[in-house]
């Protein structure tokens, strides 16, 4: 599944791919999660993935409390406190992070977290990359959770393992959905 994926994203085009993130962009910025978060934690999208660049550089404007996912052992990530884009840096696999001095968020302090995936369904299942660095992060944190997927790789069929967490809203181009609770 995670290679049929990755080859559909490689097949999207990239006038779709621009036109749906800035749409996912204004999704999770008009968000009322998005709109009260004090403290926010998304991921830096990489190549294939959504550009998030407008997510964090808005919520930093906004002066909210900003953290993105540090690597520091195999399947474990902190988050950490950036203040720019510029306190980014190329760490594991190539993937920008906060330098080693970044102050640490704490799980309980994030109120909304941005969450990438590979692919997801529309009730909240998430195809991750398969390493389990977020399904252990956001098991310790009381946060909304958001998926952001484009339509066009999204899937029915994704599979899930007890250890998976459920996503509380799915947003791609064409919308937000709200699940469980929320």
């Given at each position: 599944m995670r290679r049929e994926t990755k080859e559909a994203v490689a097949a999207l085009d990239e006038g779709y791919t621009k036109e749906a993130d800035l749409q996912i962009f204004r999704h999770v910025t008009g968000l009322t999660e998005y709109e009260q978060a004090e403290t926010l934690f998304c991921f830096v999208g990489t190549s294939g993935e959504i550009n998030t660049a407008p997510i964090l550089e808005e919520a930093l404007r906004q002066g909210k409390r900003v953290g993105v996912p540090k690597c520091t052992a195999r399947g474990i990530m902190e988050v950490r406190e950036i203040r720019s884009l510029r306190d980014l840096e190329a760490g594991?696999?190539?993937?920008?992070?906060?330098?080693?001095?970044?102050?640490?968020?704490?799980?309980?302090?994030?109120?909304?977290?941005?969450?990438?995936?590979?692919?997801?369904?529309?009730?909240?299942?998430?195809?991750?990359?398969?390493?389990?660095?977020?399904?252990?992060y956001l098991g310790g944190t009381r946060a909304v959770k958001a998926v952001i997927c484009r339509e066009r790789i999204m899937r029915a069929d994704i599979p899930m393992e007890p250890h998976d967490q459920m996503m509380d809203i799915v947003i791609s181009e064409n919308g937000v959905r709200r699940l469980g609770s929320q």
């Open positions: 594991k696999y190539g993937i920008l992070e906060p330098g080693a001095h970044a102050p640490v968020i704490q799980p309980e302090e994030i109120n909304l977290a941005i969450v990438p995936c590979m692919s997801c369904s529309y009730d909240g299942r998430r195809l991750g990359y398969g390493g389990g660095y977020y399904d252990r």
